[in-house]
Structure formats: C-alpha cells, structure tokens
C-alpha cells in the first residue's frame, strides 16, 4: 500500500523527535513550543532531502517525485524544491504535470516579482509563445524587478509571434535594468532591423 504524505511526514517528524535528530535553525522563535516545531521540521525536511538524493541516483524517480510533493507542501514557498519536483515530472514525461508545478508555484506566490518564471518557461520551451505574454507583461511593473530571463522569454515570445514592436519594447525595459547585457543588445538590434524593414 502506498504510504499518504502526511502519514509519511509524521512518521519523519516522529522518528526525528525520537531519535534526538533536532537541530535548531537560525531564527526559530523564542517560544519553547514554537522552537521544538521549527526544529522537528527542520530536520524532518533535511533528512527528506538527503532521501531524495540516494532515492534520485538509484533512479527511484516516483519516489523523489512524492517526496518532494510533501516538501512544497510543507513550504510553498520553497523555490528550489518547486523547480526540482517540476524538472522531475518533465524527466518522467509528465508533460501536464510538469506545467500544472509551474503554475502551482506563482498562484502561491502571487507578490513574487518570478513567480510566473516556472510556467513560463515550460511555455516556451513547448514553443507556445501565445500564452506568455497574458502571463508575464504584469510582472514587467514589479518591485523589485523581475528575473532577466522573464524579459528574455516574453521578447523571444512576442518576436516568434510576429509582433516585433512589442519585441524591442521588452528588449528596451530589459535594457534599462541591465544596460550591458550583451546578448539583449545583439536581440534588440535584430528585432529593431526587422521592425524598420517591415515599415
């Protein structure tokens, strides 16, 4: 039978109170009961790590897969994890599953200028460029700033859509948070040459 993820976590944080495997974190609270929660998960999840670690180089990916189910749901906000179990699904082909990871990530991270990074990215790498645009321009007004390959995914986007001012007009947004990017340079110039070839 297959073991539930919160019957798998309590037996983690069990075994872990147990056995005397807490290790404080920096900044757990001051209250005693607040301090022995944050610990137990603390360890609990370090040691979830180590598993999916040994369980990933015996190539036991359904395993890592559930596992670090239980670590973003134990944390939402854990990125690294997020964009690990979403590699996963895409490793196993699990195409809608890969997507639905990305999408999970900025709807529980909704003030987080990268939130839409992950879903993005599977967007453009499975060439459907019509659906980024609706997904990232929101992001563009954001403080702080969004990641610069946000800007890179919706120009590349809006170039192979064919709407090259809207193309030189991210590459010109980019360009002002990061002025010597070589490559955003290079991209912007070809798409301003295309423009003024088209007009």
Request: glycine share 4%; hydrophobic share 40%.
């Amino acid at each position: 039978m297959r073991t539930s993820g919160s019957v798998l976590v309590r037996a983690i944080v069990s075994a872990a109170l147990i056995g005397g495997l807490v290790t404080l974190p920096a900044g757990a609270q001051q209250n005693p009961e607040d301090r022995q929660t944050a610990a137990i998960l603390f360890s609990a999840r370090e040691r979830m790590s180590q598993q999916n670690e040994a369980w990933f180089h015996d190539g036991e990916y359904l395993a890592v897969i559930q596992n670090q189910t239980i670590l973003v749901t134990l944390d939402p906000h854990d990125e690294e994890t997020f964009s690990n179990l979403q590699w996963m699904y895409g490793n196993v082909e699990k195409y809608d599953w890969e997507w639905s990871i990305g999408k999970l990530f900025a709807i529980q991270n909704p003030t987080y200028s990268d939130a839409p990074y992950y879903e993005a990215q599977f967007l453009f790498l499975h060439h459907a460029y019509a659906k980024i645009p609706a997904l990232l321009e929101p992001t563009l007004s954001r403080q702080p700033p969004p990641d610069a390959n946000i800007f890179r995914f919706l120009a590349h986007s809006y170039d192979r859509l064919g709407y090259v001012e809207d193309c030189v007009r991210v590459w010109d947004a980019m360009l002002k948070l990061h002025p010597n990017d070589g490559p955003a340079k290079a991209n912007r110039a070809k798409a301003a040459a295309k423009l003024k070839r088209d007009h």
